[in-house]
């Protein structure tokens, strides 16, 4: 379960910031700066961060920050925790704003992607609200189930929604 929803929450992040710097809207401008971000500097900053908030994580592959809650008592805590890390790491610059039009585009294609793995038979849990996923800084687990999900069963189940997802990225 664990593995799972740390993958599912990687790739929401993943979806969420490449649309923040590739998403195209119909009122943004055209010259766009560029952002760089350094996966060293911005796990070692979340990591602190998030010590700092009193929950015992640990570094894994990569650098990647850690957090293992085997009674799963303390998510909401360290999801709000790991949203106010990153605004404080968006605010120092280390990782880019996430603008809400990315958001809700974010949402659009993850709800298609999570209503086809329901209509495949993955027992996946309640898909939030826009407004929810919005206010969340678009952190839903898209492979947040009653028990364990591959993640690349659920690729394979639904190719088109996948790709779409990585297309925006």
Not at 40 to 62: E, H, P
Request: proline letters at 6%.
């Amino acid at each position: 379960m664990f593995r799972v929803r740390r993958a599912l929450r990687a790739s929401a992040c993943l979806v969420v910031a490449a649309c923040v710097g590739g998403c195209a809207g119909a009122a943004r401008p055209t010259a766009t700066p560029s952002f760089v971000v350094d996966d060293a500097a911005v796990n070692q900053a979340r990591y602190d961060c998030l010590l700092g908030k009193g929950f015992a994580v640990t570094r894994g592959d990569g650098g990647a920050v850690v957090f293992v809650d085997p009674e799963d008592k303390q998510f909401s805590s360290y999801q709000k925790a790991v949203r106010a890390c990153d605004q404080e790491l968006a605010d120092r610059g280390l990782l880019p704003p996430t603008h809400v039009e990315d958001l809700h585009h974010s949402y659009q294609l993850m709800s298609v992607a999570h209503a086809c793995l329901l209509a495949h038979g993955f027992p996946l849990k309640a898909w939030p609200s826009e407004d929810s996923f919005v206010d969340d800084g678009g952190r839903a687990n898209l492979l947040d189930a009653t028990r364990p999900v591959d993640p690349d069963e659920a690729r394979q189940a639904c190719p088109a929604e996948f790709a779409a997802l990585e297309a925006a990225s």
